[in-house]
């Protein structure tokens, strides 16, 4: 592996009830976060390929633990995202290098399919900075109730030359969704809009 891992770390958010009303089935939101040394930190590199090919390890790692985190097939996820945040030594073309180009094949794979694009954030901070994962509807962007986030953060990381990189999947949308749009039970899942 070319990821130089200094921790793996997953979290799950499951609601129950939101105003009162309870939200049956309960909305389950799982993220593996990956802590890995930054091969660039600190300085300049014309070919990022490195960090590509990180990317494409931690997609079907960090999917994997993510959907276990859920206990339901891969296929069975409705929505998705990806994040990440480098340290201050880092720049965040280092983020982009490592969500872009190749994580989201090995990401998909691991859920069977996943028309839609995977939304993302990248940012730099230090030590305990929140990643905010977006969420959208994994086979059609249109779907409003599945635009979401879901907020995670390592208390150690990012170090100065590392970077934290993190998947997210749900079991649905947001709890109790009523402002329209695109239904989950109308998607055509061809084009990755609708």
């Known amino acids: 592996m070319k990821a130089k891992i200094r921790k793996i770390m997953t979290v799950v958010d499951e609601t129950l009830s939101e105003q009162g009303r309870e939200v049956s089935p309960a909305i389950r939101r799982a993220a593996a976060i990956a802590v890995i040394a930054n091969p660039f930190a600190g300085k300049y590199q014309d070919d990022l390929s490195e960090l590509v090919e990180v990317g494409e390890e931690l997609g079907g790692l960090l999917a994997e633990r993510a959907v276990a985190a859920l206990g339901i097939p891969g296929d069975k996820v409705e929505s998705y995202g990806k994040a990440a945040a ?11 290098a490592i969500l872009h180009p190749k994580l989201g094949a090995p990401f998909r794979k691991v859920l069977g399919k996943g028309a839609a694009l995977i939304p993302s954030s990248k940012k730099r901070g230090g030590m305990g900075v929140v990643l905010d994962i ?10 409003r109730s599945h635009f979401d986030g879901m907020e995670v953060r390592v208390t150690d990381a990012p170090r100065a030359n590392e970077i934290v ?5 749900t079991t649905g949308g947001r709890p109790l969704p009523r402002v329209g749009g695109l239904q989950v039970s109308e998607i055509k899942g061809e084009d990755g809009l609708r």
Not at 86 to 96: K, R, T
Not at 134 to 143: E, I, N, S
Not at 165 to 169: D, E, F, G, I, T
């Open 134 to 143: 977006p969420l959208g509807h994994k086979d059609a962007a249109f779907v």
């Open 86 to 96: 480098v340290g201050e030594n880092g720049e965040l073309e280092h983020a982009a």
């Open 165 to 169: 990189v993190a998947v997210a999947v």
